[in-house]
């Protein structure tokens, strides 16, 4: 906390990507415990914004390539006795190439990566991630058909 104001410490992503009309959620294992399916994010590097971080992180751990679309505000816990602040992004993937860390991903739809995730606030965040996504599905196709 810097002068009463939360800083930011950690940025990561949702990142999904839609084939054949179904959407699929991309998450990894985290890298301190295996047995925990996690969204990808790291630390903010000085002088980097939240938004290249996440960018950053999400290639680095999964080498998939993604465009943040909105926000979807902060996970906020503590691991090994430090406060971790990290903001959240809905991401659309947009390409991939080789990974600089071998972790194991997943793309799955809504349902199967809601059980996989292993931590509550996380699920929340792929709850608020899938609402958006359906709400911008639903403006897609009202605009396709001229309905407003």
């Known amino acids: 906390m810097k002068g009463g104001i939360e800083v930011l410490t950690h940025a990561g992503g949702i990142v999904f990507r839609q084939r054949e009309g179904k959407i699929f959620y991309l998450i990894v294992r ?32 999964t080498g998939v390539q993604a465009k943040i679309l909105a926000s979807l505000g902060t996970l906020d816990f503590s691991y090994h006795d430090k406060h971790i602040i990290t903001i959240i992004y809905l991401m659309e993937y947009t390409g991939e190439s080789a990974p600089l860390e071998k972790r194991e991903i997943n793309w799955g739809l809504y349902e199967e990566t809601l059980k996989l995730l292993t931590f509550n606030d996380t699920r929340e965040k792929l709850a608020l991630a899938r609402k958006l996504l359906l709400q911008r599905n639903e403006a897609v196709a009202a605009r396709n058909t001229g309905k407003k």
Do not use: L, Q, Y
């Open 30 to 61: 985290a890298k301190p415990n295996p047995s925990h399916w996690v969204v990808p994010k790291g630390h903010i590097e000085a002088g980097e914004s939240p938004e290249a971080a996440a960018v950053r992180e999400i290639w680095e751990e």
